[in-house]
């Protein structure tokens, strides 16, 4: 065990810029059952200070490297079964650093259905493939007569035979093949193509009509765009290789011959090359091709999982609106608008229905209830969701408020994205019980201004909407990406014990969702926790979970002062060390920056507490429980301009940054149809990644550069040196079908065999 935590530890440590050493703590640590944020924060000295990044890099590290140790000890043991593992052998599988390199070395020994090459030796054909191997100036022909008999009728089935023999050995030597992925991987160009007769269907894709790059280089989410053609069946996809090298011996088969010195020296040399290059364009090129359709596959899958994982982290440490009295409003056409009124601390108030758009057209009538709505609940807040009808309902409460005396709410468009799974959610159910589905949505949009994170948590990620192609990638892995974000961000900004929810506590390190649930059931029968120590009365929780979640967890004026910082209860003692040496009553002494800032942290260490513990105590005292988000604040729309019929290239505007992708923004200004600032047009300078310059949530000045009202598309631009360069949103934008199910189990006809081989190669396990 100690052998395989120092060789985990050892490859992880290049890996994610640590040493071996910090490696095999974090490791140490993560078995033990300690969560990222925990070790993160409090756990500095064991590790060395790694930080979230690193310590998430690494877990995930380390479920790779674990299962790929699984899969060489089941290979060994199955070789070893067969009698047939060498010290060589073993010597290549040890090494073998991938799954790709370990399935390449166990394919000769894998069982698999009969192949030509077994029904050829059954024929007694493997004698004359080992004869023409063997003597390399001899005629295969001539050495083929001997071999006619029974089910061999002639000359050309015998070399036939044997052409199928020598192909498995070329198919199934493990350093030929990474050589040949290899070239592949330095040459290979991926290529699309329209299916013929759907030009006019799948015009949402006309970018890949007939499009070419080099497979090395496809970004992800183009590559992404040209799988969901070919999966809703409007392309045809295809990897290929030295298409252009004019040579009758292509490069991939004269690797194959170097491999197996097949030279000019007679004629089994030139029975052997030709039997290359059939093997080549027959087998390799086409199970090589799918190899690299995988990789593409999971290249892009990856980065579009590590775009939809930031842009989940901006918007869940959005800014706050704060504890004030919010009305939030359900746009809706011919359904009405809903709306919920909910107190400072979330606690709904009341909730109605009001019907300003046809049929009924109630304006008068809706706006007098709103404004009446507004004095009697001294709304600070109006929440207006941004989906249809949110323009529509945003003038019609601009226009109620110019007519509304004294102190008048600020308006706010919200995204509205997921609030109609939350809505229908069990979480939403115990919560409202008796309230209608769809005014559940007002009071989560509401919330959402408050406190995004706090209401955000109790919806499934994938459902929030900031994700590029996300339908598309593997659930799995999505779903483990986005959690992460999710307790990272909640245990960065902290829980008010008193009042979160079991959602947003079951995301708090350590907590599982039934301890949560138990947390509040404590809390409701017994009323507000006074110190975090109070948490050890709750059913199932023990000290092993109070160790992980106490640091996270916060009781504004509890009867500890420290229970409301970010300083661990393990570490009190230390802290109190502090305060004793400034002489002050703690009450006093946090916040008080300079008195803090006089002391020498060295003198608080001990055998327990280091440096890093030791200065991260002093800056938490300096700002007890601060907030990580930035100060709120929001976009203005423009009035007169709620279609993307009103655009008109040249109008400056301002939006929000609601999606960021890999070649761009997506900016809501208000018109239904958010437009895209592309990479090129983020800034007067190069931008290489989007995030240098934007994130979800911002408040940004965009000027239109060009408006595609057929295909719903707006160009936009944030340059100042002319952004009317700015080129047409491309294709490989998340077209966002409305039930998208990608890499079915069968193709069309249409797709021909490699499409048919592509869609079960693509199958997830």
């Not at 409003?329 to 009001?354: N, Q, Y």
């Not at 649930?517 to 009323?527: K, L, P, S, T």
Request: a neutral charge.
């Amino acid at each position: 065990m100690a052998a395989d935590l120092r060789f985990l530890a050892a490859a992880i440590a290049a890996e994610i810029n640590a040493r071996p050493e910090q490696a095999a703590a974090a490791i140490e640590l993560i078995d033990d059952g300690a969560t990222v944020p925990f070790i993160a924060r409090y756990r500095k000295e064991v590790t060395g200070g790694l930080d979230d990044t690193q310590l998430r890099n690494l877990a995930e590290r380390l479920v790779y490297l674990r299962e790929l140790e699984a899969r060489r000890s089941t290979i060994v043991d199955q070789i070893n079964s067969q009698g047939k593992m060498t010290d060589e052998l073993a010597a290549k599988i040890g090494k073998a650093t991938t799954k790709a390199e370990l399935e390449d070395l166990y394919l000769p020994y894998k069982p698999k259905r009969r192949t030509r090459a077994e029904i050829a030796r059954e024929r007694g054909l493997g004698p004359l493939a080992e004869a023409i191997w063997a003597d390399r100036g001899v005629d295969p022909a001539k050495l083929a007569e001997a071999y006619v008999k029974d089910e061999v009728t002639d000359v050309k089935v015998a070399l036939e035979g044997a052409r199928d023999i020598v192909a498995e050995t070329f198919s199934e030597n493990a350093d030929l093949l990474g050589k040949l992925r290899q070239h592949m991987r330095a040459g290979a160009m991926l290529k699309a193509k329209v299916v013929d007769g759907k030009q006019e269907a799948g015009a949402k894709f006309s970018d890949y009509f007939d499009h070419s790059e080099r497979w090395a280089t496809a970004p992800g989410h183009r590559a992404l765009a040209m799988l969901r053609g070919w999966n809703e069946e409007f392309l045809t996809l295809t990897i290929e290789v030295d298409q252009d090298d004019p040579s009758p011996v292509k490069p991939a088969q004269r690797i194959i011959a170097l491999a197996f010195d097949i030279r000019d020296r007679g004629a089994a040399d030139r029975w052997l090359m030709e039997a290359a290059g059939w093997t080549w364009r027959v087998k390799l090129s086409v199970s090589l091709s799918l190899d690299l359709m995988r990789e593409l596959r999971e290249r892009a899958e990856e980065e579009a999982i590590h775009v939809f994982a930031r842009n989940l982290k901006d918007l869940l440490l959005a800014a706050p609106a704060g504890s004030r009295t919010t009305m939030g409003l359900d746009p809706g056409i011919r359904t009405g608008v809903k709306v919920a009124i909910v107190d400072a601390t979330g606690k709904l108030l009341e909730t109605t229905t009001v019907y300003p758009f046809p049929p009924k057209n109630d304006i008068r009538g809706t706006q007098a209830e709103l404004a009446s709505l507004i004095r009697k609940h001294n709304v600070e807040l109006i929440a207006i969701g941004n989906g249809t009808g949110s323009r529509e309902t945003e003038k019609l409460v601009a226009d109620m408020l110019l007519n509304l005396p004294g102190q008048k709410p600020t308006k706010v468009i919200v995204s509205e994205a997921g609030a109609s799974v939350y809505s229908a959610s069990e979480t939403a159910a115990l919560e409202f019980p008796g309230l209608d589905v769809s005014l559940r949505g007002a009071v989560s949009i509401a919330r959402r201004l408050q406190d995004p994170l706090a209401e955000l948590v109790k919806i499934e990620p994938k459902s929030i909407g900031v994700g590029q192609y996300q339908h598309d990638v593997d659930q799995g892995k999505l779903s483990r990406s986005l959690d992460a974000v999710v307790e990272d961000a909640v245990n960065a900004v902290g829980v008010d014990l008193n009042m979160a929810s079991a959602p947003l506590l079951s995301r708090v390190s350590g907590l599982s969702r039934s301890i949560a649930e138990a947390i509040v059931a404590h809390r409701d029968q017994n009323g507000a926790f006074s110190s975090r120590k109070d948490l050890l009365k709750v059913a199932r929780l023990g000290n092993r979970t109070f160790e992980q979640a106490a640091g996270f967890l916060r009781i504004p004026n509890g009867k500890e002062p420290l229970d409301s910082s970010a300083v661990h209860p393990e570490a009190y003692g230390v802290a109190k060390k502090i305060v004793a040496a400034c002489g002050r009553d703690l009450r006093s002494l946090m916040g008080d920056s300079a008195a803090l800032k006089a002391l020498d942290p060295k003198r608080f260490i001990d055998e327990t507490f280091g440096l890093p513990t030791v200065k991260d105590i002093i800056a938490e005292l300096e700002k007890p429980g601060r907030d990580p988000r930035p100060s709120f604040k929001t976009a203005t729309f423009a009035e007169g301009v709620d279609e993307i019929t009103d655009l008109k290239p040249g109008m400056m505007l301002e939006g929000t940054v609601t999606n960021v992708a890999a070649f761009g923004a997506f900016v809501d200004i208000g018109v239904h149809q958010d437009g895209l600032v592309h990479v090129s047009q983020l800034a007067d300078r190069f931008v290489k990644d989007p995030h240098e310059v934007v994130k979800a949530g911002d408040v940004v000045k965009v000027r239109v550069v060009e408006v595609d009202v057929k295909r719903k598309r707006i160009a936009l631009t944030m340059r100042k040196d002319g952004g009317e360069t700015a080129p047409a949103p491309r294709g490989d934008r998340d077209v966002r079908p409305v039930n998208p199910k990608m890499m079915k189990t069968e193709k069309p006809s249409s797709q021909g065999a490699f499409g048919a081989a592509l869609a079960e190669a693509l199958k997830r396990k």
